[in-house]
């Protein structure tokens, strides 16, 4: 079955693609959580407006994106965690973590999707992270990993 997704699904796809999944996962899942319609000859051509309508609420959005990476852009985020005697910390830093530093901090909200961390922060030490506000909009952030 095809479909076109009406927002992002992990491990399925993208908002506004067409993918194609089992017909049960679409009819049971994707179509009643209103996160997919069937990708019919009707719905392809509304396609094209979904996507004309996305882009220029996006274009819209660049300039508050952009405002938000210069807030951030030289600053260092800190970030407090529990380690052992090694400087190793128990368990990992993961995005969820940096969003509510950035909301403490800052006070920047920012979707947990949009963080992307390069390497795994598991000892204590200075890291980078990349936040994709946008596709024109892409920040490194610097952020700190200290014991508490």
């Known amino acids: 079955m095809e479909v076109i997704l009406l927002r992002d699904v992990d491990k399925v796809?993208?908002?506004?693609e067409v993918v194609s999944v089992k017909n049960g996962?679409?009819?049971?899942y994707l179509i009643p959580q209103k996160m997919a319609i069937i990708a019919n000859a009707t719905n392809r051509k509304r396609l094209a407006d979904l996507v004309r309508q996305e882009d220029t609420k996006q274009a819209k959005m660049v300039g508050h994106y952009q405002e938000i990476?210069?807030?951030i852009k030289d600053k260092v985020l800190k970030i407090g965690a529990k380690a052992g005697t090694s400087g190793k910390i128990f368990g990992s830093?993961?995005?969820?973590?940096?969003?509510?530093?950035?909301?403490d901090q800052f006070d920047i909200d920012v979707e947990r999707r949009r963080v992307e961390?390069?390497?795994?922060v598991?000892?204590?030490?200075?890291?980078k992270a990349i936040l994709?506000?946008?596709k024109d909009v892409v920040v490194e952030m610097d952020f700190e990993v200290v014991e508490d």
Do not use: S, W
């Open 25 to 28: 996962y679409g009819r049971n």
């Open 93 to 103: 830093v993961t995005n969820v973590q940096i969003i509510a530093a950035l909301k």
């Open 122 to 127: 598991k000892n204590i030490g200075a890291y």
């Open 117 to 120: 961390l390069p390497e795994e």
């Open 132 to 134: 994709n506000l946008h």
């Open 13 to 16: 796809g993208g908002k506004h």
């Open 69 to 71: 990476a210069d807030k």
